[in-house]
């Protein structure tokens, strides 16, 4: 088997702030109760011209810059995505196209908010199997353009954005040391995004009117209980594989929905909320794409030295839970 690690990160935000005070001006909402109550400030919007690929490219390449590859060189493109440009083709394929990564195969994998750990997971299979001897794993996610924007206990905790990760055969050190990932499809009803899927399709008057075209949360907000646990047991069974303690761990990188949620895992690890790399305050939850956006800003940052121990950890719709642990 061949040794896997992340050789290079990238993200890209779109420019455009969506403010909690900017939603008071639209719902029956405040800044006080969603900042209170989720954590969450500020979320950022993809400009109407901008599709996932679009986000995606810009992550991509400074990950590629950062990691010293050029985009042909890449042998392998994996997108997690809930939100691709189109049902068919690919979101990845669109991407591949944009970066002139032509030497790349490529697709995508759904997995809602757990997507970058599960796209990370199948990569490094083929790196480590001799198949491929890099990858690009890309997460981008254009979440407000599912959101009905008259549903205040949704649309608050969502954004738009794109993080990235090379990853590719390497020496000593540096390297991934697991990927765990683990699904309950019995409770998919939990977060549901129904439209465009076969059962919801042809789209008509009474789908969009009865908004299966629109994320529909009423699950997840309820199973807030069953994500602490998730999360908890992925971040263990992560240490556990490895013989290894949190105190070894120099920085989780949780996937964020709320800052609550978060709160409860702290408690059930029993470790200080420092430990926890978080952006909720100004992105949200950005789906698939908040675990990488958070690493590569704790690379950039300074957080993440080399040597560290790092923590990835989401929990999702699907429903899906994972975890990751990297030596930097
Ligand atoms: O990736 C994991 C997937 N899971 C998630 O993302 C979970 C997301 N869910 C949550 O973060 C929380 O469930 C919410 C933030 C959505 C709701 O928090 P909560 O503390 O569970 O509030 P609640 O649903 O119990 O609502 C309390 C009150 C209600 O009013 P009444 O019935 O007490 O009068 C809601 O109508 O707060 C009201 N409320 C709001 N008020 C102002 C709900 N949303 C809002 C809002 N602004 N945006």
Same mark, same amino acid.
């Given at each position: 088997m061949k040794r896997v690690g992340i050789v290079g990160t990238g993200s890209y935000l779109p420019e455009t702030v969506l403010s909690n005070f900017d939603l008071e001006k639209i719902l029956d909402t405040n800044d006080e109760w969603i900042t209170t109550r989720t954590g969450i400030r500020e979320r950022r919007v993809a400009g109407k011209d901008e599709a996932a690929s679009d986000l995606a490219k810009r992550a991509s390449e400074k990950a590629l810059a950062d990691a010293g590859i050029a985009a042909e060189e890449i042998e392998l493109i994996v997108m997690a995505t809930v939100?691709? %440009? *189109?049902?068919?083709? @690919?979101g990845a394929n669109w991407l591949e196209a944009k970066l002139g990564a032509v030497n790349a195969v490529s697709f995508d994998v759904t997995a809602a908010c757990t997507g970058f750990i599960f796209a990370l997971s199948i990569a490094e299979q083929y790196i480590k199997n001799g198949i491929y001897r890099n990858a690009l794993v890309v997460a981008s996610e254009i979440? $407000?353009? $599912?959101? %009905?924007? *008259?549903n205040r206990e949704t649309c608050i905790l969502w954004g738009d954005g794109s993080g990235a990760a090379v990853i590719a055969e390497v020496g000593d050190g540096h390297r991934i040391l697991s990927t765990h990932i683990h699904t309950? /499809? @019995?409770? /998919?009803?939990? &977060?549901? &995004?129904? /439209? /465009?899927g076969s059962k919801t399709t042809p789209i008509s008057f009474e789908s969009v009117e009865k908004k299966l075209h629109n994320l529909d949360m009423i699950g997840a907000n309820q199973s807030v209980k069953v994500a602490v646990r998730r999360f908890a047991e992925a971040c263990e069974e992560a240490l556990l594989h490895n013989d290894l303690?949190? %105190?070894?761990?120099?920085?989780i990188i949780p996937h964020q929905a709320n800052i609550r949620i978060l709160q409860g895992v702290a408690k059930r690890l029993n470790c200080s909320m420092d430990k926890l790399y978080l952006t909720i305050e100004k992105y949200g939850n950005i789906s698939s794409a908040t675990v990488p956006i958070a690493l590569d800003e704790a690379v950039r940052d300074g957080t993440i030295q080399p040597g560290d121990l790092v923590l990835l950890t989401a929990f999702g719709g699907g429903l899906t839970w994972g975890s990751s642990l990297i030596r930097w």
């Open positions: 939100t691709p %440009d *189109t049902q068919c083709p @690919a979440m $407000t353009r $599912t959101l %009905d924007w *008259t309950d /499809g @019995a409770s /998919g009803d939990n &977060l549901l &995004l129904p /439209g /465009g303690t949190l %105190d070894d761990v120099k920085v």
